[in-house]
């Protein structure tokens, strides 16, 4: 850990944040000015509403800014950040380059859920929630709870396994999703779109349902940041040292599965940014996972905002699936960092 | 209190294969111990069953007068270092950093690191020589290097007992006794028990007080190295022909193996 300015560091990244936060909320189909958009903004903030008047303008521009551009940035931004939050607790406890939010079942597990509730028809709502949801909820934690429970060997849960018994129940229930699909044609396109994600019609409910989840699961797991970095040194070693192995690995394991479950209930599947935004926020901060882990939240966080800009206005008014664009844009650039500074991840 | 390690009766078994059996012995503190024996003897398990990385099927080890399961993760860093046989980081930390990491044991969960943390880093970083190499990463270091910031990080967790696991396996002589100097000292001077896995005999007969020489899971002999080191110890073990004699120019005992070849 070279001796980085931690404040330093984050100021920038929240000032970046916060410019790409406001930015994606101005740019959008229907044509609302810069200045406009900034006072209907900061009318939401306290303290500063009272200097701001926006009784002159149109209310369906208000209405779009408030009830639908600005939960939708919100959204994206929260599940940028937990998903990049997570992808960097799963590669450092399990050791693997290739670990991402999903690695141990969870994509699949929801896939498969969300794709019943498409079939079945299902249009009933829970806490604002849509059957869909709640179901890839169910189904993300069902898929985890088996994977779990196949690698844990004598109370220990061993990395080889858990890693195994995650692709192998992925494939199971991706199986049973495909069969779904061929059962019943026409819900193809529907549940194509939804494994490739989206923040499509989503709005302050959801933004309510994610914003606890997320902060409280990193907020644990940045509490072991710590024992992150001397696991990384091998999990014999960490237990000379002083770590509780099995209990971090176990503890990490459940937040972060809770934290995924709910982000893909709200967003669907989106690839890509787990796996891609750790790596990058390590290739520039280094290791040290008290950096790493606010670092790829943020940065996770930024990317989706964008990512999920572009989706809805490079061929408004038709949306393209969020998932599509951070891997059109995440493999490359993360391809240039990679041979330009030439490290090994 | 004694912090003397004693292990009784113990047996430990990777599936049904038995690779400990029945082990009784007592490392007096203040010794450096060697253990000896040929490949798929069980030192490197031994070993892992006194830092309690692996628990024993059968039989206790003691740490002091407590059975060693009975210490907190954290309570046995602060009693053991244990420097493994490979280390290999692939990530970028400085062996600053690595070293830092040593302090772990007596840091809580919501605490960083205090001055008196940093200076204990500062001050077994000079003793091992690595003090230089800590801007340095880790992955950029030649394998002494690395071997002295790891066993540097394990001295940082101010052990009473430090176990090392072939640590001169991967070096060149001048490495290997740069290591096993820096052992000594830190065992004259800090009273640090050091209990050694070793593959080289004559090594272990010129830097221990005593020796233990394992065959099979079973312990042969535990004694001072002439006790130890005599032709009929060794070939029951080793299976094969050798010399043993006193080394004039080291005056420690000295093995020759011979070969069976005749050509």
């Known amino acids: ?345 | 209190m004694s912090k003397s390690i004693k292990v009784e009766k113990l047996v430990f078994s990777y599936n049904k294969n038995k690779i400990l059996d029945n082990i009784n012995l007592e490392f007096i503190e203040g010794n450096i111990i060697t253990i000896i024996g040929p490949n798929g003897s069980g030192k490197s398990t031994l070993l892992k069953n006194i830092a309690s990385t692996l628990t024993p099927q059968e039989g206790t080890v003691f740490l002091g007068n407590k059975e060693l399961k009975k210490y907190s993760l954290k309570e046995l860093a602060r009693q053991i270092g244990v420097v493994p046989q490979n280390t290999n980081i692939e990530y970028d930390f400085t062996a600053y950093d690595i070293v830092l990491m040593g302090r772990n044991p007596y840091i809580k969960r919501f605490q960083i690191e205090s001055e008196a943390d940093i200076s204990i880093v500062e001050e077994v970083m000079k003793k091992t020589n690595t003090w230089d190499l800590k801007d340095r990463n880790i992955n950029e270091l030649s394998g002494g290097e690395c071997q002295r910031v790891v066993i540097a990080r394990a001295l940082a967790q101010e052990p009473k007992i430090i176990l090392l696991d072939e640590p001169t396996a991967a070096l060149d002589m001048h490495h290997q006794i740069e290591i096993l100097d820096l052992l000594k000292v830190l065992n004259k001077q800090k009273n640090i028990t050091v209990i050694i896995a070793l593959h080289d005999i004559n090594l272990a007969a010129r830097y221990s007080n005593k020796i233990l020489l394992l065959n099979k899971g079973k312990q042969v002999i535990m004694g001072n190295p002439e006790n130890v080191i005599t032709k009929k110890n060794l070939q029951l073990a080793y299976k094969i022909n050798m010399i043993v004699d006193k080394n004039k120019y080291t005056n420690s005992l000295q093995v020759i193996p011979l070969s069976n070849l005749k050509i």
């Open chain 1, 1 to 345: 850990m070279k001796k980085h300015n931690y404040f330093k560091i984050f100021s920038i990244l929240l000032v970046i944040v916060f410019i790409t936060i406001s930015i994606s909320v101005i740019i959008g189909v229907a044509n609302i000015t810069v200045v406009d958009s900034m006072k209907i903004i900061f009318n939401k903030v306290p303290v500063i509403k009272k200097y701001i008047n926006i009784s002159g303008m149109q209310n369906s521009h208000i209405s779009i800014i408030q009830n639908i551009r600005l939960p939708r940035v919100l959204i994206s931004f929260m599940v940028g950040y937990g998903l990049s939050i997570v992808g960097v607790a799963f590669q450092g406890m399990l050791k693997n380059p290739m670990a991402d939010p999903f690695i141990v079942g969870t994509s699949s597990g929801a896939a498969l859920g969300a794709s019943i509730a498409i079939l079945l028809k299902l249009n009933n709502t829970f806490l604002g929630m849509g059957a869909v949801s709640i179901f890839a909820f169910i189904g993300a934690l069902l898929a985890t709870l088996i994977v779990y429970n196949m690698s844990r060997i004598k109370g220990k849960v061993a990395v080889t396994t858990l890693l195994l018994a995650g692709v192998a129940t992925g494939q199971f229930f991706t199986a049973i999703m495909s069969f779904i699909m061929t059962l019943s044609t026409k819900d193809i396109s529907k549940i194509t779109f939804w494994t490739l994600g989206s923040f499509s019609g989503r709005g302050w409910d959801h933004v309510l349902i994610a914003v606890v989840p997320v902060l409280v699961g990193s907020g644990i797991i940045y509490i072991f940041a710590k024992d992150l970095n001397i696991m990384l040194l091998g999990e014999d070693n960490a237990k000379n040292m002083g770590v509780d192995t099995e209990h971090t690995k176990k503890i990490i394991l459940i937040t972060s599965v809770l934290i995924t479950a709910f982000l893909v209930s709200i967003s669907g599947i989106i690839g890509f940014v787990g796996l891609i935004v750790p790596h990058i926020t390590r290739l520039i901060f280094g290791p040290d996972h008290r950096i790493l882990i606010p670092a790829s939240g943020l940065l996770g966080g930024i990317f989706l905002v964008i990512a999920d800009t572009l989706a809805r206005t490079i061929i408004a008014p038709t949306e393209v699936p969020v998932g599509i664009i951070t891997a059109l844009s995440g493999g490359p650039f993360f391809i240039y960092l990679l041979r330009k500074v030439k490290r090994t991840v």
